[in-house]
């Protein structure tokens, strides 16, 4: 059984050396080729003068790192999560939880930590917050299916409001070329749904394998059912890496200069052989009045299976070019 020792309990994983090996098995698992992860003639014109790690990959590295310790009777299941800085191939990554809260919910015990990922240089390059969910009693029938079910709202979303006067835009002529969509096309209420994708056991395995993700209902049929599901469930956090491919691979708000942050639910367990696609609404929006040729669009998001309905759920924040005048 997961054992926390109360409020202030600090757990630290392993540290991992991101390859290059793992950024391209990420975006071949995710869908999500954006040319910042994938090209290196692109990626050196940018801002960082390289190519980026995904902000997912480092986050799905270092959650799947921390849940080893985990045990066999708890599960993440919401996140609340901001990207600060990049990291890159050759980086070395490690995590701290530290206990925040635990409430008891009917059979669960919901344990809140705060995350920190640092680099090889003790820099903070993501942080965030998790909610665990775990068993009263090592051995509940239907412990893992509840903890998989959204035992708890979750984190609250960013209210981003439209200014009414934006600053005048300051992009310059050269993004022409980077992005077809920018800030100024994109309208609150604008809607659109991804290409579907089912889920299949090469996918899963890899990118169970790729995380470090050790579950036993993730890989065994026995124990799976033993804790209420009905077969092997996924990883959750593979849900959440197919949203962001496949909202690439759909194109349908272009490509974003860079991810900000997420606040993600997992509503119901995703199985192998689901067929999976994303509903996006844009939900709000904000030009930068500090750095004049970007803005912030915030997208709520729902990733749906065929014939059983939204399995989880979210709000994703994005910085867009702003158009050149």
């Known amino acids: ?75 993440s299941f919401a996140w609340e999560w901001e990207f600060q800085t990049p ?8 995590a701290e939880a530290t206990v925040e809260m635990a409430e008891a919910r009917g059979d669960l015990e919901i344990v809140t930590e705060a995350v920190v990922v640092s680099n090889q240089r003790g820099e903070a390059i993501q942080k965030g917050r998790h909610k665990v969910a775990r068993s009263g009693k090592a051995a509940d029938r239907g412990w893992a299916r509840l903890g998989l079910s959204a035992p708890h709202p979750g984190f609250a979303e960013i209210r981003v409001t439209d200014d009414d006067s934006p600053p005048p835009t300051t992009a310059s002529l050269d993004v022409l070329a980077e992005t077809s969509v920018f800030f100024e096309d994109v309208a609150l209420g604008d809607r659109f749904s991804t290409p579907a994708i089912t889920v299949d056991d090469f996918a899963v395995e890899g990118f169970a394998g790729l995380i470090g993700e050790i579950g036993a209902w993730f890989a065994d049929e026995p124990t799976a059912q033993s804790a209420g599901l009905r077969e092997r469930v996924v990883p959750p956090l593979y849900g959440l890496a197919l949203v962001e491919g496949l909202k690439y691979a759909s194109r349908g708000v272009g490509i974003p200069m860079a991810s900000l942050s997420w606040r993600w639910l997992q509503v119901q367990p995703i199985y192998r052989g689901d067929t999976l696609h994303v509903d996006v609404t844009v939900q709000g929006k904000r030009a930068s009045r500090s750095k004049t040729d970007r803005g912030v669009v915030a997208q709520t998001i729902e990733l749906v299976a065929a014939g059983r309905g939204v399995v989880q759920r979210g709000q994703h924040l994005q910085m867009f070019r702003r158009r050149p005048a």
């Open 1 to 75: 059984m997961a054992v926390w020792h109360g409020v202030g309990m600090v757990r630290r994983s392993p540290a991992y050396t991101v390859s290059e090996a793992d950024v391209a098995m990420f975006a071949s698992l995710s869908l999500d080729f954006a040319s910042l992860h994938t090209d290196a003639a692109y990626a050196a014109k940018g801002i960082f003068g390289r190519r980026v790690g995904h902000g997912l990959l480092g986050m799905c590295l270092m959650e799947g790192r921390l849940g080893r310790a985990l045990g066999s009777d708890a599960v």
């Open 87 to 94: 990291f890159f191939d050759g980086d070395t990554l490690v």
